[in-house]
């Protein structure tokens, strides 16, 4: 029997490549996901809101569709004709674009202060969002990370299609 020496080397490299030829499909579908991956409803960092995302057009955009606690207009508004406009329906992220598994190119509203900054999101994991809110560049930014709400639906029984709780069941929780 001829010695082994000198060739278990290249052997185990090749199947090492192999497995990894085999497995990169896998590992590719699992870990990329879609641009409607951040579609849902989101609980802000601070705990005090939800946020739906959906698509706009070709764009993806955030509304506020219940609050905890704070003030119930946007009395921070820059401008004055808007300081009277509801927070809950308010839309706070406008023109996010889907490119290689992050959103970039749109615009985050801060109720809390009145600005507007740029921004950028990705999924930290399926559950997980990361925000960064910046002005000139993410560098000179903040991030917050938001949670998804498990089983939150758009057409959720129970749920309005603002995603707060319906009328029906807002008077059925009430009796109890």
Sequence with gaps: MKPLKGKILPCFVFVLLLAQAALAPVVRTASSSGA?????????????????????????????VW????????????????????????????????????????????????NTYRGSMRLASPNRLKLRGYVLLPLFGRTDIWTRVKGAKINNPGFSNTGGISKKRKKKKEKH
């Design 36 to 64: 409607d991956a951040i579609m849902g409803l989101w609980l802000t960092g601070d705990r005090n809101a939800k946020v739906r995302i959906y698509e706009c057009g070709p764009k993806f955009c955030g509304k506020i």
């Design 67 to 114: 609050v905890k606690n704070g003030p119930p207009t946007d009395r921070k508004n820059p401008n004055p004709a808007l300081r009277n406009r509801p927070i809950l329906g308010l839309t706070i992220m406008k023109g996010f674009s889907f490119r290689t598994n992050q959103w970039v190119g749109g615009r985050l509203y801060d109720p809390k202060s009145g």
